[in-house]
C-alpha cells in the first residue's frame, strides 16, 4: 500500500456551487476557505480533486 500524501487546500468558496461539488468537499474533509487537509494519494481521492479542480489546490 502506498503511503503517498497529498495536501488539498479549499481556495474558492463552495457558495453558489452545484450540491454534489458541495458534498465532495466535505468529502474531502475541508470545512472552511484556506483550510488543508492531507490526504492518501488514491484514484478515489484523485477523482473527487478532479470534480472540484475548480474550488482546491493541490501540492504533492
Do not use: C, F
Not at 40 to 59: F, I
Amino acid at each position: 500500500m502506498s503511503d503517498k500524501k497529498i495536501k488539498v487546500t479549499l481556495v474558492k468558496s463552495v457558495i453558489g456551487t452545484k450540491q454534489s461539488h458541495r458534498a465532495t468537499v466535505r468529502g474531502l474533509g475541508l470545512r472552511r476557505l484556506n483550510h488543508t487537509v492531507e490526504l492518501v494519494d488514491t484514484p478515489a481521492v484523485r477523482g473527487m480533486v478532479t470534480k472540484v479542480a475548480y474550488l482546491v489546490k493541490v501540492e504533492a
